[in-house]
T-cell receptor, first 120, second 113 residues
Framework: GAVVSQHPSRVICKSGTSVKIECRSL??????MFWYRQFPKQSLMLMAT?????????EQGVEKDKFLINHASLTLSTLTVTSAHPEDSSFYIC????????????????FGPGTRLTVL | AQTVTQSQPEMSVQEAETVTLSCTYD???????LFWYKQPPSRQMILVIR??????QNATENRFSVNFQKAAKSFSLKISDSQLGDTAMYFC??????????FGQGTTLQVKP
């Protein structure tokens, strides 16, 4: 159980175009999903928290107009990189948490396989 | 704000030997979770082990165990009987009641035959 998928796994696009990445929880409902960015041999950097039915919460320094997040259902969150440029090339990873019955403490996050974005 | 520090950028171990990866963290919270994730060359993040801060007993999962020292804010991972498939980047992560995970810088582990 607790499988998260991402699509596409790889995408190459031209500078100035927009790219949409989908993140799905396959066997559970996720009210919250998270989007990370990872550069080669570096750690994961949290970009934003995606909340079902409400606006995403962005981390400091992340442009909300550049990285649009939509969490339209309990199993799907999308990240759209708008007007992509070569500096947006990176590995993008989503995660979803298995809901906790006890309140107030985070539980385990399960990660999608990631999307490699290359902007030419 | 919470921070997570992994002070060993790279480590290596011989197959079948034991290796310990270090992790320290800083927080003022009392209720939290700690995790070790593994990221092999495929880059898929895989949960290795988790520890609830309110539990004194160290978590174990087969060949993987942790040494959780709450007062010292230390959370090391011990891998016993290392296997070639353990070669990966390992991330220590702190999870608070906000639901967010804060990751350490990572340790690249190479298991040598």
């Amino acid at each position: 159980g607790a499988v998260v998928s991402q699509h596409p796994s790889r995408v190459i696009c031209k500078s100035g175009t927009s790219v949409k990445i989908e993140c799905r929880s396959l066997d559970f409902q996720a009210t919250t999903m998270f989007w990370y960015r990872q550069f080669p041999k570096q750690s994961l950097m949290l970009m934003a928290t995606s909340n079902e039915g409400s606006k995403a919460t962005y981390e400091q320094g992340v442009e909300k107009d550049k990285f649009l997040i939509n969490h339209a259902s309990l199993t799907l969150s999308t990240l759209t990189v708008t007007s992509a440029h070569p500096e947006d090339s990176s590995f993008y990873i989503c995660s979803a948490g298995v809901p906790v019955l006890a309140g107030g403490v985070s539980d385990t996050q399960y990660f999608g396989p990631g999307t490699r974005l290359t902007v030419l | 704000a919470q921070t997570v520090t992994q002070s060993q950028p790279e480590m290596s171990v011989q197959e079948a030997e034991t290796v310990t990866l270090s992790c320290t963290y800083d927080t003022s919270e009392n209720n939290y979770y700690l995790f070790w994730y593994k990221q092999p060359p495929s880059r898929q993040m895989i949960l290795v082990i988790r520890q609830e801060a309110y539990k004194q007993q160290n978590a174990t999962e087969n060949r993987f165990s942790v040494n959780f020292q709450k007062a010292a804010k230390s959370f090391s991972l011990k891998i016993s009987d290392s296997q070639l498939g353990d070669t990966a980047m390992y991330f220590c992560a702190f999870g608070s009641n906000t639901g967010k995970l804060i990751f350490g810088q990572g340790t690249t582990l190479q298991v040598k035959p």
